[in-house]
T-cell receptor, first 114, second 111 residues
């Protein structure tokens, strides 16, 4: 079974631009979560989607948004990029939203904002 | 104060050593405790999962949870160079997949 895939793997943008990242979960998984990973803050929860609905949201500004499609694929969008948005963005999928379900992470998208 | 505190290391040990990795947390609502391993340029992968105080063993790995002290540990016995990675503790209060991670401890096992 294929793992979680994320595209693109690397991205370079300039301040003020916007960016869209994509995540394809493991087949059969309906929950997708997004995390931001930086050296100083570690992994921080952005949001979680299940059946095309956002179920939970972390403490990030409204510039960060996401959506999930009927095939469970998910995208996250960051508008008006800031230097501090440079990070590794990780997507994780699980069968359901239950805490006891294992999350499987993708390799991440490395975003650099210049 | 962060909800979860984890010593970032780096921690360098000789091959065969016993490694102890620790996290402390402040939110007593956390009920589920996990340890992830992350190799360079890869996403985290789940190593251990537990939801009760006490020990859980899986091969060379033992996860320990002390809810009264709000302290969790991961022990690695007979450490191998392939164990060199960043280890992240992760906690969940239940209900949804909103996981709070520690900042990670970088471990290097020297042959």
């Amino acid at each position: 079974k294929a793992g979680v895939t994320q595209t693109p793997r690397y991205l370079i943008k300039t301040r003020g631009q916007q960016v869209t990242l994509s995540c394809s979960p493991i087949s059969g998984h309906r929950s997708v979560s997004w995390y931001q990973q930086t050296p100083g803050q570690g992994l921080q929860f952005l949001f979680e989607y299940f059946s095309e609905t956002q179920r939970n949201k972390g403490n990030f500004p409204g510039r960060f948004s996401g959506r999930q499609f009927s095939n469970s694929r998910s995208e996250m969008n960051v508008s008006t990029l800031e230097l501090g948005d440079s990070a590794l963005y990780l997507c994780a999928s699980s069968t359901t939203v239950e805490s006891t379900d294992t999350q499987y992470f993708g390799p991440g998208t490395r975003l650099t904002v210049l | 104060q962060k909800e979860v505190e984890q010593d970032p290391g780096p921690l360098s040990v000789p091959e065969g050593a016993i490694v102890s990795l620790n996290c402390t947390y402040s939110n007593s609502a956390f009920q589920y405790f996990m340890w992830y391993r992350q190799y360079s340029r890869k996403g985290p992968e789940l190593l251990m999962y537990t939801y009760s105080s006490g020990n859980k063993e899986d091969g060379r790995f033992t996860a320990q949870v002390d809810k009264s002290s709000k302290y969790i540990s991961l022990f690695i016995r007979d450490s191998q160079p392939s164990d060199s990675a960043t280890y992240l503790c992760a906690l969940n209060s239940g209900g949804y997949q909103k996981v709070t991670f520690g900042t990670g401890t970088k471990l290097q096992v020297i042959p």
